[in-house]
T-cell receptor, first 115, second 111 residues
Framework: GENVEQHPSTLSVQEGDSAVIKCTYS??????FPWYKQELGKRPQLIIDIRSNVGEKKDQRIAVTLNKTAKHFSLHITETQPEDSAVYFC??????????????FGSGTRLSIRP | GAGVSQSPSNKVTEKGKDVELRCDPISGHTALYWYRQSLGQGLEFLIYFQGNSAPDKSGLPSDRFSAERTGGSVSTLTIQRTQQEDSAVYLC?????????FGPGTRLTVL
């Protein structure tokens, strides 16, 4: 079945620097890749997603890139701020399901922003 | 508009008791999901409902767990004969064509 691997599990960056989180997937038919942010004690929230017909998508300080050939996608956060500290989860569709239906989550990356 | 709501927000129960957790999805969302999240851990898929199709129950950890969705809207997750290892936050999410929107979760503590 689909396997979504996420790296690193923890990441600490200096405020103002960039952070990059990477995920790989195994099903070449996967065509939808969302990213979620979960602050301590809060629910996961969708922050950005990308479909397989584009290679990059940006929304202010966050961007996601997709490499379909290599089957990996990455979350990029620029000019990091203290409020970016959270756990980030990537996800990809489960085999046999259409995009944006049943998805499998990565194991999460705990991002800490150092002041 | 209103987001996904869940009740209760917290539930403390004794080992062996049954519990029911409720989820109200966003109006018009055809898909509904249940996940379990233990402290500091990731999101464990439990069950997925899509419209009138048979639910995908592949994530339910044992036959003590069951869920139903009435009228294509509200869903109830039932855990029978609760065990201490069932203690976790149970999250519900709903979606339409895009990403999933999560509820605030129910924190279940089994003593």
């Amino acid at each position: 079945g689909e396997n979504v691997e996420q790296h690193p599990s923890t990441l600490s960056v200096q405020e103002g620097d960039s952070a990059v989180i990477k995920c790989t997937y195994s099903d070449s038919a996967s065509n939808y890749f969302p990213w979620y942010k979960q602050e301590l004690g809060k629910r996961p929230q969708l922050i950005i997603d990308i479909r397989s017909n584009v290679g990059e998508k940006k929304d202010q300080r966050i961007a996601v890139t997709l490499n379909k050939t290599a089957k990996h996608f990455s979350l990029h956060i620029t000019e990091t701020q203290p409020e970016d500290s959270a756990v980030y989860f990537c996800a990809a569709p489960s085999p046999g399901y259409s995009s944006a239906s049943k998805i499998i989550f990565g194991s999460g990356t705990r991002l800490s922003i150092r002041p | 508009g209103a987001g996904v709501s869940q009740s209760p927000s917290n539930k403390v129960t004794e080992k062996g008791k049954d519990v029911e957790l409720r989820c109200d999805p966003i109006s018009g969302h055809t898909a509904l999901y249940w996940y379990r999240q233990s402290l500091g851990q990731g999101l464990e898929f439990l069950i997925y409902f899509q419209g009138n199709s048979a639910p995908d129950k592949s994530g339910l950890p044992s036959d003590r767990f069951s869920a139903e969705r009435t009228g294509g809207s509200v869903s109830t997750l039932t855990i029978q004969r609760t065990q201490q290892e069932d203690s976790a936050v149970y999250l519900c999410a709903s979606s339409s064509q895009g990403g999933q929107f999560f509820g605030p979760g129910t924190r279940l503590t089994v003593l």
